[in-house]
């Protein structure tokens, strides 16, 4: 009875701390991360119903019956709200089981089992975030890196630095027909690699590894490469091997990976060969101090912070704009440090110059952001 008693004091302990740590502004995980640990909870929690209900069975009250209507609904309620769910039915059971002489072993051994899957489970969570120091200073870190843009979220790199989310709705393309004329079109986008290495085998590799995720995207190389040295910036196309709506599928999932990037979590959602392109690449650049890629619309950043000097990758869906712009002003990628700033600044001017079309032409309209 007090190895049951110490397994739900554990479950209720790690929930809680869990619970404290995603409470705080600080701690900013990509939507994927949250969507992952919310499925981990709503399976946690029809698990140790179930358990409880065979360990309680006969022996229920309307205070169990209330708890149980509150779990059910918390299946699919928030993340902190699954959190206090699992804390409060893990107090019910241990008041519950308190001078009780049918709590036998037969009895208490199957639900010690589910107890301490869910603790390990989500102590791993707890271990993950706090291991790898997502605290305030890195917060400011990403919100200065990102900057004019903002933080969709943060996941800390397992040795140092943060792969930061800029503020994007999701990875996507324009689908629709007729094509806008700005930017690409899903059936034909462009590849650029800029690598500040003069290494020819970490070049090779961090090239191989871009390839295999257009790969992955559904689309294949063409046309001529465009290779300029000093450090490296390649420039190439590649066409669409898969219909628009299985192009669209393949960049949720490359977006989901990129979420969930270094994280070890379930990701039930990622198949594997979108985990295995994005993490690939993202190790591929660990022995490249500066880099700007664009796969489509997935632009990937990576450079030293200059005050924390902690290396920042940074991933961004592209708008249609922002494609059209980089398609102008390529050279914009051979900055990894100031490519958002100078996207940004890019996007104003063009602005300037639509606003001045139009007023020299009355049937002029922008394209739409």
Sequence with gaps: MKLLKADLSRLERVAFQLHELLSTKTTKLP?????????????????LIRQGDKFLKGRTSNAYSYLIANANEASNASIYQQLLTLQSFANFIARGITGRSWASPRRINPLRSVLQSISDELTGYLRQLLERRLDRDYLWLAEDAVAPYSVRGVIPLKDSGILVLANSPGLSFETSAPHSGLGESPADIAVDVYLDTSDNETIGEVISRVDDLVEVMGYRQVGDIEVER?????????????VADEL?????K??????????DLRQADVDVREADAVNKLLTSLENVPRACLRVGSVL??????????EPVIIVRNLSQLELHALSRFPEIQRSPETALQALTMTLDNMSRE????????????????
């Design 230 to 242: 000093g450090s490296i910036f390649r420039r190439s196309r590649a066409a669409a091997d898969q």
């Design 254 to 263: 490359v977006e989901r990976a990129f979420e969930l990037a270094q994280l």
């Design 300 to 309: 990937v950043i990576k450079y030293p912070h200059a005050t924390a000097g």
């Design 354 to 369: 639509y606003n001045q079309l139009a007023d020299g032409d009355s049937g002029y309209s922008p394209p739409a952001k």
């Design 31 to 47: 939507p994927a991360a949250i969507e992952d640990l919310q499925t981990s909870l709503r399976e946690d929690l029809d698990r």
């Design 248 to 252: 669209k599928s393949r960049l949720m």
